[in-house]
């Protein structure tokens, strides 16, 4: 390819190069030049006199270019770039206790993964997957399955060893809820009661708190929701504050 082949336009040259500097920077035009004219066999004292750079820029353009491609066109001060790829979002999933529901937010946008109490199983083999690739923490999975953290770091060695078999539950008989009495239970009822009563609503998190304030018993949200869940109450969210209305009608009508 030889050069003096081309035809070169003023006017031309005049508009594309304001367009170029108004886009990209009068910087970036610069070296993107002297780069291209190094190229076409234009000496640095030559590039140097015709962009008005002083020839040690000219030399260190093409030694950046060398190096690290295009990103050496802009300013190395600066903390974006247009031309390296956006270093990808860290995904950081989270666990959330739901009515009736374990939910794990993926950490990207609104995507989660919603997994009913009742599947304990389910829960048990997702969250020790995230757990042995690093996405959840030990501690923050061991509450939510209820477990110590030794047997959690356990449970999900063995499922790595020989899948879900090594996870399941074999015992037999009659399964005993050791923690949550029937005292315990009461006072889920009656503080679900109170809360839908005196708010409208209520959730895993509000419920364990009232019952630490009014009762001093620190229960974990996730398992509250799962004995509401259990003892039907959720069912009863709508309809019981309606009820308590037409009682009070009746009742001052009365």
């Avoid at 004292?45 to 030694?63: Q, T």
């Amino acid at each position: 390819m030889n050069s003096e082949d081309l035809a070169f336009s003023e006017e031309l040259r005049r508009q594309r190069m304001a367009h170029a500097e108004e886009l990209l920077g009068t910087r970036v035009v610069h070296r993107m030049l002297a780069y291209a004219l190094f190229l076409l066999g234009a000496t640095r004292s030559m590039i140097a006199a015709f962009l008005a750079m002083p020839p040690g820029s000219v030399r260190s353009v093409v030694l950046a270019m060398h190096r690290r491609g295009l990103p050496a066109l802009e300013d190395q001060r600066s903390k974006t770039s247009s031309f390296k790829p956006p270093p990808p979002a860290e995904i950081t999933p989270t666990i959330e206790a739901e009515e009736g529901c374990l939910r794990i937010q993926l950490g990207v946008g609104d995507q989660a993964i919603n997994i009913p109490d009742e599947n304990t199983v389910q829960g048990r083999v997702v969250l020790l997957t995230l757990l042995q690739n690093d996405l959840l923490g030990l501690s923050e999975v061991a509450e939510a399955l209820g477990l110590s953290t030794d047997r959690t770091r356990k449970l999900a060695r063995a499922l790595v060893r020989n899948d879900v078999e090594a996870i399941l539950d074999h015992r037999r008989g009659q399964k005993t809820d050791w923690r949550f009495t029937p005292e315990i239970k009461a006072e889920i009822i009656q503080q679900y009661v109170l809360d839908i009563i005196e708010q409208g609503r209520t959730s895993g998190e509000q419920l364990s708190r009232h019952l630490n304030e009014r009762c001093r018993l620190e229960l974990s949200p996730r398992s509250i929701l799962h004995h509401v869940s259990a003892l039907g109450l959720s069912l009863i969210k709508t309809s019981l504050p309606a009820h308590l209305d037409d009682l009070k009608k009746k009742r001052s009508n009365g």
